[in-house]
């Protein structure tokens, strides 16, 4: 097998693509073979891979040895041969040992789609967190296949598999892996002590955070550019931004919110990413309202957004308040229009679109802010007036005779605080005060 050495070039990969489905696969319904290889596709050319070719193979299950059958090994090192590949790259997870095998069989390098996510990771982590998160990733990954790695530990030449941890750190021994994994969880506790502090400060000031999620690619951060004018990396590939960006929205009211773009999720997630970055997935949890933006004009709109459902539900983010954004319309053929809900808690919007933006300002304003409610105050109550102007927007006020008519929009949790002192001036029947601090709508 050719190898490189040290040098200003590096050996461009070149791949061939290989997917295994089996009948456990077809049976998950938001799993889909054609798709699942056309987005590794995507993924390999994200992380700069020039693909030469793809192998299917449907079978009963799979094979511990070699992964696929060895039929199917043996077809696929002759496209191989054919095509001058250097690398192999499968769209399921493999295990060490079929590492090894498949590199002495086929005398190429082999990456698997999780060493293949990990490694975008790791070119796109630009933040302290960000890069201690996928090189946790990684080394847990790479942990329990250190005796699989074959040639990979011995590879010099860079490419996938070699970014992160870097070269020296594949080559230690499990126990060095296993204290660099310990010391990485303690500087993530760190930054996790720093985000929970700074979420309590929010709580404690009532400023509402809303979480932008969603597939990758699906607009999330050309969203948050727009809303906010963040000056964020927006570009039409996978995985395009990775650290999570806040910024602070104004809403036509005046109130002002904290907007996070998080990242992207996909279909097969591997879970130690997911478990390397729960910590900053949390602001999902902790958000509250979620943005889910979809591409409506990608044709596998359903399955995109099953998968999504999926991580927020493992991420114990599904119970939480959440409008999803039918994003992109302005790609939409009229066929695929007419499949986009128009009931419930959905938007059609088009992220370039300032009407469409104006529009989704004041649904999350209405959401977060609640409904307005009708007030008649003794025009002497000027505490009481005062207080009207504090803690809501005022969207309508008059004189009637000796009383002030107020139609005022409050903060739910500044309601929940002060409802015991408007009680007797609402003109809503329906609005019971209990207690000091228990108002029941």
């Given at each position: 097998?050719?190898?490189?050495?040290?040098?200003?070039?590096?050996?461009?990969?070149?791949?061939?693509?290989?997917?295994?489905?089996?009948?456990?696969?077809?049976?998950?319904?938001?799993?889909?073979?054609?798709?699942?290889?056309?987005?590794?596709?995507?993924?390999?050319?994200?992380?700069?891979?020039?693909?030469?070719?793809?192998?299917?193979?449907?079978?009963?299950?799979?094979?511990?040895?070699?992964?696929?059958?060895?039929?199917?090994?043996?077809?696929?090192?002759?496209?191989?041969?054919?095509?001058?590949?250097?690398?192999?790259?499968?769209?399921?997870?493999?295990?060490?040992?079929?590492?090894?095998?498949?590199?002495?069989?086929?005398?190429?390098?082999?990456?698997?789609?999780?060493?293949?996510?990990?490694?975008?990771?790791?070119?796109?982590?630009?933040?302290?967190?960000?890069?201690?998160?996928?090189?946790?990733?990684?080394?847990?990954?790479?942990?329990?296949?250190?005796?699989?790695?074959?040639?990979?530990?011995?590879?010099?030449?860079?490419?996938?598999?070699?970014?992160?941890?870097?070269?020296?750190?594949?080559?230690?021994?499990?126990?060095?892996?296993?204290?660099?994994?310990?010391?990485?969880?303690?500087?993530?506790?760190?930054?996790?002590?720093h985000r929970s502090l700074h979420r309590e400060r929010r709580k404690k000031s009532g400023v509402f955070q809303?979480?932008?999620?969603?597939?990758?690619?699906?607009?999330?951060?050309?969203?948050?550019?727009?809303?906010?004018?963040?000056?964020?990396?927006?570009?039409?590939?996978?995985?395009?931004?990775?650290?999570?960006?806040?910024?602070?929205?104004?809403?036509?009211?005046?109130?002002?919110?904290?907007?996070?773009?998080?990242?992207?999720?996909?279909?097969?997630?591997?879970?130690?990413?997911?478990?390397?970055?729960?910590?900053?997935?949390?602001?999902?949890?902790?958000?509250?309202?979620?943005?889910?933006?979809?591409?409506?004009?990608?044709d596998m709109m359903e399955t995109q957004m099953r998968v999504v459902a999926q991580v927020l539900e493992e991420?114990?983010?599904?119970?939480?308040?959440q409008i999803t954004l039918f994003n992109k319309i302005d790609q939409c053929t009229p066929e695929q229009l007419?499949?986009?809900?128009?009931?419930?808690?959905?938007?059609?919007?088009?992220?370039?679109?300032?009407?469409?933006?104006?529009?989704?300002?004041?649904?999350?304003?209405?959401?977060?802010?609640?409904?307005?409610?009708?007030?008649?105050?003794?025009?002497?109550?000027?505490?009481?007036?005062?207080?009207?102007?504090?803690?809501?927007?005022?969207?309508?006020?008059?004189?009637?005779?000796?009383?002030?008519?107020?139609?005022?929009?409050?903060?739910?949790?500044?309601?929940?605080?002060?409802?015991?002192?408007?009680?007797?001036?609402?003109?809503?029947?329906?609005?019971?005060?209990?207690?000091?601090?228990?108002?029941?709508?």
């Amino acid at each position: 097998m050719k190898t490189t050495t040290h040098s200003n070039e590096i050996e461009k990969e070149r791949a061939i693509l290989m997917s295994l489905v089996t009948p456990q696969q077809k049976r998950e319904q938001s799993y889909s073979a054609e798709y699942s290889l056309e987005e590794l596709v995507s993924l390999a050319e994200t992380a700069g891979v020039e693909v030469l070719a793809s192998l299917s193979q449907n079978k009963e299950k799979i094979d511990s040895k070699w992964f696929v059958g060895k039929g199917k090994a043996a077809e696929l090192k002759e496209l191989i041969d054919e095509h001058g590949a250097n690398t192999a790259i499968f769209d399921q997870e493999l295990s060490g040992a079929q590492v090894r095998n498949l590199e002495e069989f086929l005398d190429v390098k082999i990456i698997d789609r999780t060493q293949l996510i990990l490694d975008i990771f790791a070119q796109r982590a630009k933040t302290r967190e960000g890069i201690i998160q996928v090189e946790l990733a990684q080394l847990s990954y790479l942990l329990p296949r250190l005796s699989g790695q074959g040639s990979n530990l011995s590879r010099l030449g860079g490419g996938i598999g070699t970014r992160g941890p870097g070269e020296s750190k594949l080559e230690t021994d499990r126990r060095h892996i296993r204290d660099r994994i310990d010391e990485l969880h303690q500087q993530l506790q760190e930054f996790n002590k720093h985000r929970s502090l700074h979420r309590e400060r929010r709580k404690k000031s009532g400023v509402f955070q809303v979480a932008i999620a969603g597939y990758t690619n699906a607009g999330k951060s050309t969203l948050l550019r727009q809303l906010t004018g963040a000056d964020v990396y927006v570009e039409n590939q996978l995985f395009a931004t990775l650290d999570p960006m806040s910024r602070m929205l104004k809403l036509q009211g005046g109130k002002e919110i904290i907007l996070t773009d998080t990242v992207g999720f996909i279909q097969n997630l591997p879970h130690k990413l997911v478990a390397a970055f729960r910590a900053t997935l949390e602001e999902v949890c902790e958000a509250d309202l979620i943005l889910h933006v979809v591409d409506s004009s990608s044709d596998m709109m359903e399955t995109q957004m099953r998968v999504v459902a999926q991580v927020l539900e493992e991420l114990g983010a599904h119970g939480q308040a959440q409008i999803t954004l039918f994003n992109k319309i302005d790609q939409c053929t009229p066929e695929q229009l007419q499949l986009l809900s128009t009931e419930g808690d959905f938007m059609r919007i088009s992220a370039y679109n300032d009407n469409d933006l104006a529009m989704l300002c004041d649904e999350i304003e209405s959401r977060l802010m609640g409904d307005s409610i009708a007030f008649r105050i003794p025009a002497e109550k000027g505490d009481i007036i005062s207080l009207m102007y504090r803690v809501g927007e005022v969207l309508e006020n008059e004189v009637d005779g000796s009383d002030m008519l107020f139609q005022v929009r409050i903060d739910k949790h500044e309601y929940e605080k002060i409802g015991h002192l408007l009680a007797s001036y609402t003109l809503d029947a329906d609005l019971v005060v209990k207690g000091e601090n228990d108002l029941y709508v």
